[in-house]
């Protein structure tokens, strides 16, 4: 069955860095575009990122463009997303989750998310 | 400011039908054609309950279903159960290979 895991949240202070990883199994990982979304604590979701099956192209929320990249290790079924110059309001968990249908570029729906990892940005 | 507009809140007894608007605010939601419907219980992965406006994916509950009109999807519950309780959210396709969700609402099982 399709398991997606992520890790690598935790508390950071403002302006510093933190990387995170989703580990993908139970399909074909390097045939499917990747998302990133977020919640903020006591808000709602929010669409963050998406990546190609194959990395080449990536597209970004605009309150995330310039200091977030997403990236993919398709040797790995891994996908990643580098978060830099960390601000309090990125405070939220964060979900990779996987596109329906193996189609680029993709308009689908997400039919796979993993249960999250907290991300905690404070002085 | 989120271009999908939901109410926060919507309740209902069990076993009625209850309805969730998601209207979307900006013109470019990509035709609105691709609207999809998740439910998200706290602390649990969000769940996939309707794609392409009124499409149920396997395994989904028939008690599920979708529709749109002009600007405006819907998602309807019917035969209301505990355990329908949970936060919804609508998304769409945006232009330039972007989506965005709407503000979530929470159903309250009575």
């Known amino acids: ?123 | 400011q989120s271009a999908l507009t939901q109410p926060a809140s919507v309740s209902g007894s069990p076993g009625q039908s209850i309805t969730i608007s998601c209207t979307a605010t900006i013109s470019d939601v990509g035709g609105y054609n691709y609207v999809s419907w998740y439910q998200h219980h706290p602390g649990k992965a969000p769940k996939l309950v309707i794609y392409d406006v009124s499409i149920r994916p396997s395994g989904v509950s028939s008690r599920f279903s979708g529709s749109k009109s002009g600007n405006t999807a819907s998602l309807t519950i019917s035969g209301l159960q505990a355990e329908d309780e949970a936060h919804y959210y609508c998304s769409s396709y945006r232009s330039s290979r972007t989506y965005v969700f709407g503000t979530g609402t929470e159903v309250t099982v009575l």
């Open chain 1, 1 to 123: 069955q399709v398991q997606l895991v992520e890790s690598g949240g935790g508390v950071v202070q403002p302006g510093r860095s933190l990387r995170l990883s989703c580990a993908a199994s139970g399909f074909t990982f390097s045939y499917y575009p990747m998302h990133w979304v977020r919640q903020a604590p006591g808000k709602g979701l929010e669409w963050v990122a998406v990546i190609s099956y194959d990395g080449s192209s990536k597209f970004y929320a605009d309150s995330v463009k310039g200091p977030f990249t997403v990236s993919r290790d398709n040797s790995k079924n891994t996908l990643y997303l580098q978060m830099n110059n960390l601000r309090v309001d990125d405070t939220a968990v964060y979900y990779c989750a996987k596109t329906r249908i193996r189609q680029w570029p993709s308009v689908d729906a997400f039919d796979f998310w993993g249960q999250g990892t907290m991300v905690t940005v404070s002085s």
